[in-house]
């Protein structure tokens, strides 16, 4: 496991290192604009401090896929090759991270609500999901239980050949399981990646 500051205010960070065996920082834009500083000055400053070695994750600011792979390149070129770069788990950021992948830049999935988004971005290539376990449990659902159906996707399918499913909760029944699974694709994508309707379903026990 380790241990990753979230947070931009330098001083912070600087203190809480001082205390702790911190493996890195992980920032998104909010946090950033809080700084009122320019995101790349803060970013820098970072690095400069937590070193070449540690961990930074940076999200990417554009709604599209192309956007997206170019804020990619500009955050691993101004920051470091030991810098994540979080896509948004959508459509254009799965689109996205494929191409990514396959330039070796390192991925950290966010904005994720369920576990097909987490299955989907382990696809992709993804080192990292990072599921908004506070959102998840606002929405009335159990965020920790969530978590842990990522953390099992994540941990035990790495080979998949994802041809389908109709019912998410048996599709997710399946992908937790420490196998290969070769499966016939009955839904779009878009069907698959419904957060609200699909979440209920998703609290397997």
Same mark, same amino acid.
């Given at each position: ?12 960070? $600087? $203190? ?25 000055? !803060?970013?820098? +400053? ?5 070193? $070449? ?6 999200? *990417? ?8 792979? +170019? ?13 994540? *770069?979080? !896509?948004?788990?959508?459509? +254009? ?29 382990? $696809? ?50 399946? *992908?937790?399981? +420490? ?27």
């Amino acid at each position: 496991m380790k241990l990753l500051i979230d947070d931009a205010h330098i001083d912070l960070i $600087k $203190k809480i290192c001082d205390y702790y065996p911190v493996d890195g920082v992980t920032t998104n834009p909010s946090i950033l604009a809080k700084s009122g500083r320019q995101p790349f000055e !803060v970013l820098k +400053e970072i690095r400069s401090f937590i070193g $070449k070695d540690a961990e930074l994750h940076v999200q *990417v600011v554009a709604k599209d896929a192309e956007g997206m792979v +170019e804020d990619a390149h500009r955050i691993v070129k101004e920051l470091g090759a030991n810098t994540y *770069v979080k !896509v948004p788990s959508v459509p +254009e950021g799965f689109k996205a991270m494929k191409i990514l992948v396959k330039g070796n830049i390192n991925i950290t999935a966010t904005a994720i609500y369920t576990p097909m988004q987490a299955f989907l971005a382990a $696809k992709c290539g993804a080192s990292y999901a990072a599921p908004y376990v506070n959102r998840i449990d606002n929405m009335g659902f159990n965020g920790i239980q969530v978590t842990k159906q990522i953390h099992d996707i994540f941990k035990n399918n790495k080979k998949f050949l994802l041809q389908a499913l109709k019912i998410h909760s048996r599709f997710l029944n399946y *992908v937790n399981m +420490e196998s290969e699974l070769l499966l016939l694709l009955r839904t779009s994508l878009k069907d698959l990646l419904r957060i609200r309707p699909s979440l209920p379903q998703l609290m397997i026990s």
